[in-house]
């Protein structure tokens, strides 16, 4: 059964990059119809969607956060990263990885608290 | 890009029915039928339970049901239980490949 983990600090410091890595087991990173995504949830307020990668290289990226966002995947290790650039109090979240698969994201992640301060 | 509006609390008692609705533009909900639904616990992973408007991913059970008018899609839980008492999200495909998702409701089985 597929399962997604999230990894990375719980603390960053403003200005600083927010790191984050998502381990993917019961499957493979490589899987043609699937892509990889990040979707966060500031507390209190609503999810907002990141970015997807296909193993290929295929990237989409939220346009509100483009310029400081990068996804990669990495097939050796199954995994799958998000880097923020430029973190501020606003990207205080909490920072889910997801499958999109069949026009849904349909296997998440438990989440992991990311606060910026 | 805004957030798909969802009312913040439904209730019901058990066995009843309840519709959680889930409004957009035409720019995302009206325009796709890529309308998906999860179910959140405190403290758990999102379930998917509703995809593309109304389809079940396996496992789900066939008390919820999906649908979609307009801009506006809907949740349908019938034969209410307790443990359906959690968060629902919906999110939609919107326009040049980004995703937009709901404010979230939250469902009280009384």
């Known amino acids: 059964q597929l399962q997604l983990q999230e990894s990375g600090p719980g603390l960053v410091k403003p200005s600083e990059t927010l790191s984050l890595t998502c381990t993917v087991s019961g499957g493979s990173v490589r899987s043609s119809n699937d892509y990889w995504g990040w979707i966060r949830q500031p507390p209190g307020k609503g999810l907002e969607w990141i970015a997807n990668i296909h193993y290929s290289g295929n990237i989409y990226y939220n346009p509100s956060v483009k310029s400081r966002v990068a996804i990669s995947v990495d097939t050796s290790t199954n995994q799958f990263s998000l880097k923020l650039s430029s973190a501020t109090a606003a990207d205080t979240a909490v920072y889910y990885c997801?499958?999109?698969?069949?026009?849904?994201?349909?296997?998440w992640g438990q989440g992991t608290m990311v606060t910026v301060s | 890009q805004s957030a798909l509006t969802q009312p913040a609390s439904v209730s019901g008692s058990p066995g009843q029915s309840i519709t959680i609705s889930c409004t957009g533009t035409s720019s995302d909900v009206g325009s796709y039928n890529l309308v998906s639904w999860f179910q959140q616990h405190p403290g758990k992973a999102p379930k998917l339970m509703i995809s593309e408007v109304n389809k079940r991913p396996s496992g789900v059970s066939n008390r919820f049901s999906g649908s979609k008018s307009g801009n506006t899609a809907s949740l349908t839980i019938s034969g209410l239980q307790a443990e359906d008492e959690a968060d629902y999200y919906c999110y939609s495909y919107a326009a040049s490949i980004t995703y937009v998702f709901g404010t979230g409701t939250k469902v009280t089985v009384l």
């Open positions: 997801a499958r999109w698969t069949q026009n849904a994201f349909d296997i």
